[in-house]
Every structure is written in structure tokens, then in C-alpha cells.
């Protein structure tokens, strides 16, 4: 894909009712150019998938969607085989859909957990005693990378750096003694606002910034992604008032270094980890 067709993938990902950030094209554009790819059928777009490589290690793979009148004819598993192609001998990553994670299977993708999407609609925000909050951009970004290397399989500074540039995305984070203990960012979609990512080292970190990110969204309609092993980020969002909605099942093919899941509260993007 060029990358001005980064936004087709977008769009059919808002049909598949997935509901992405109105401006996740920015991004997902920063970590691979090449990454993203388009299958053609008579000149028209028949299907779409994402195989980022975050390094030499690492790959993730979303945005597997074919049009529906198209499906069943072969054209997704060529695309599919060509994005593999494209990751090399990375491992791979990706978020599965309930009904195509026995396909994934037979690909050699092995579940590793599953990823639950919450939904609330005007959560409360403010939560007195809270630790006060900072605006993410004032952490020096060595910090903030260094962070999030520890609850992902690859180090993502050029993601992190669009994702905190692009417009209308805002991040609230928790400094103790000029230290992070805990940050996130929350940006507008095609419906209300997904949180995202949500990482601290503690409940209470975790806590304040969540409160900070919900005041930013003035009442209205959020969405958090949890890793269900993470019985205090589930907790959290009980407590906020949040209610499960969808589902992934995080798998993986290959090997991949260990991450902190009890640091992640809110999982970045079910399309690029």
C-alpha cells in the first residue's frame, strides 16, 4: 500500500465493527512503510492485511480483512502468505478474532491469552486521592520507551513517538520522585474514545491516569483493551464501570521475549499490539 491507501484498511476495519482511532493512519504509517498490503481483483481492492517488522526479531500482524462478497475464494490466504513473506523469520504477533483463531492455529500461531475490550459510557473520571498526573509529553521519551519495552516484544520507539504526536491523541502520566510509574494515551474513534496503551507498575499508578484519561473523554463513550491475566487491570475497569464487549486472543508465532503483562492495563492497539 502507498501510503495514502493506509486509511482503505482503516475504513474496512470500521466496517468489520472494530472501531479504530480516526487517526491511527498516522501511526501505524511510522513503523513500516512496506508493512502494509493490498490484494487487487479486476483493479479493485479485494482484501487488505498489516505485517509490521518493529526490528529484526519481531513482527505484528492485523488488518487481515476481505470483502465480504470476495470471501471464500482463495484471495485473503495469497495476501496472508505474502505478508508472512514479508515478516521473514521474524516471530510474529497478532490479535485474533474469536472465529479465526483456529485458522490461526493451523498456522503455526499459539495462544498466549486472551485480550478483552471494555466499554463505559460516562465513566467517572476524577478519583480523589489520586495521584496528580502530568502531560505524557513533558516524560523525557527515553524514559517513556524504555518503559514500554518491558510490556511489549519489541522495542517501538517510532510508533510511540507518532503516537504521541498525532493529533488529538492526549497522554496523562504518573512521575514519582521523576520517576514513571504509570502513563496512557486517549484518542477519539469512530465511536467515542479508545484508551490506549495503559501501562503502570501498580494499581494505584494505573488508577490516576486511567481517572485523568476518562475526564479527558468529558463523560462520553470509551473503550479499554485488557489482558485478562491481569486481575488488577480487569478489577480497574469493573470499578470505572466498564463492561466487556468483544474479545482477541493474543498468539503468537515463534518465540518472543517475555513481557510484563501485569504492567499493561490497556493494551496500545488490537491492529499493531
Same mark, same amino acid.
Given at each position: 500500500?502507498?501510503?495514502?491507501?493506509?486509511?482503505?484498511?482503516i475504513?474496512?476495519?470500521?466496517?468489520?465493527?472494530?472501531?479504530?482511532?480516526?487517526?491511527?493512519?498516522?501511526g501505524?504509517?511510522?513503523? =513500516?512503510?512496506?508493512?502494509f498490503?493490498?490484494?487487487e481483483?479486476? *483493479?479493485?481492492?479485494?482484501?487488505?492485511?498489516?505485517?509490521?517488522?518493529y526490528?529484526?526479531a519481531?513482527?505484528?500482524?492485523?488488518?487481515?480483512?476481505?470483502?465480504?462478497?470476495?470471501?471464500?475464494?482463495?484471495?485473503?490466504?495469497?495476501?496472508?502468505?505474502?505478508?508472512?513473506?514479508?515478516?521473514?523469520g521474524?516471530?510474529?504477533?497478532?490479535?485474533?478474532?474469536?472465529?479465526?483463531?483456529?485458522?490461526? *492455529?493451523r498456522?503455526?500461531?499459539?495462544?498466549?491469552?486472551?485480550?478483552?475490550?471494555?466499554?463505559?459510557?460516562?465513566?467517572?473520571?476524577? =478519583?480523589?486521592?489520586?495521584?496528580?498526573?502530568? =502531560?505524557?509529553?513533558?516524560?523525557?521519551?527515553?524514559?517513556?520507551?524504555?518503559d =514500554?519495552?518491558?510490556?511489549?516484544?519489541?522495542?517501538?520507539?517510532?510508533?510511540?513517538q507518532?503516537?504521541?504526536?498525532?493529533?488529538?491523541?492526549?497522554?496523562?502520566?504518573?512521575?514519582?520522585?521523576?520517576?514513571?510509574?504509570?502513563?496512557?494515551?486517549?484518542?477519539?474513534?469512530?465511536?467515542?474514545?479508545?484508551?490506549?496503551?495503559?501501562?503502570?507498575?501498580?494499581?494505584?499508578?494505573?488508577?490516576?491516569?486511567?481517572?485523568?484519561?476518562?475526564?479527558?473523554?468529558?463523560?462520553?463513550?470509551?473503550?479499554?483493551?485488557?489482558?485478562?491475566p491481569?486481575?488488577?487491570?480487569?478489577?480497574?475497569?469493573?470499578r470505572?464501570?466498564?463492561?466487556?464487549?468483544?474479545?482477541?486472543?493474543?498468539?503468537?508465532?515463534?518465540?518472543?521475549?517475555?513481557?510484563?503483562?501485569?504492567?499493561?492495563?490497556?493494551?496500545?492497539?488490537?491492529?499493531?499490539?
Amino acid at each position: 500500500m502507498r501510503l495514502e491507501e493506509i486509511p482503505l484498511a482503516i475504513d474496512w476495519a470500521a466496517r468489520e465493527g472494530w472501531n479504530p482511532g480516526l487517526a491511527d493512519a498516522h501511526g501505524f504509517a511510522a513503523v =513500516d512503510r512496506e508493512g502494509f498490503l493490498i490484494a487487487e481483483l479486476g *483493479g479493485t481492492p479485494a482484501a487488505v492485511i498489516s505485517v509490521v517488522n518493529y526490528d529484526q526479531a519481531f513482527s505484528f500482524l492485523g488488518f487481515y480483512i476481505v470483502r465480504p462478497e470476495l470471501r471464500g475464494r482463495g484471495l485473503g490466504f495469497e495476501l496472508w502468505q505474502a505478508g508472512l513473506a514479508h515478516a521473514g523469520g521474524r516471530s510474529i504477533g497478532l490479535d485474533g478474532v474469536v472465529a479465526q483463531q483456529a485458522n490461526y *492455529g493451523r498456522q503455526g500461531f499459539a495462544f498466549s491469552h486472551r485480550n478483552i475490550r471494555y466499554r463505559a459510557i460516562g465513566a467517572a473520571g476524577t =478519583d480523589v486521592g489520586a495521584e496528580a498526573t502530568s =502531560d505524557l509529553r513533558d516524560v523525557p521519551f527515553a524514559q517513556l520507551a524504555a518503559d =514500554d519495552a518491558r510490556v511489549f516484544p519489541a522495542a517501538r520507539p517510532a510508533f510511540l513517538q507518532a503516537w504521541l504526536d498525532t493529533p488529538g491523541h492526549v497522554g496523562r502520566a504518573v512521575l514519582r520522585q521523576g520517576r514513571l510509574a504509570g502513563w496512557g494515551v486517549i484518542r477519539p474513534a469512530r465511536a467515542g474514545f479508545k484508551i490506549g496503551p495503559l501501562n503502570a507498575k501498580d494499581p494505584q499508578a494505573a488508577a490516576a491516569v486511567l481517572a485523568a484519561l476518562l475526564d479527558e473523554a468529558g463523560g462520553g463513550e470509551v473503550f479499554l483493551d485488557v489482558p485478562e491475566p491481569n486481575a488488577a487491570a480487569v478489577a480497574l475497569a469493573g470499578r470505572h464501570g466498564f463492561a466487556p464487549v468483544f474479545e482477541t486472543a493474543r498468539m503468537y508465532r515463534g518465540p518472543v521475549r517475555p513481557v510484563a503483562l501485569e504492567r499493561v492495563y490497556g493494551v496500545a492497539s488490537f491492529e499493531l499490539g
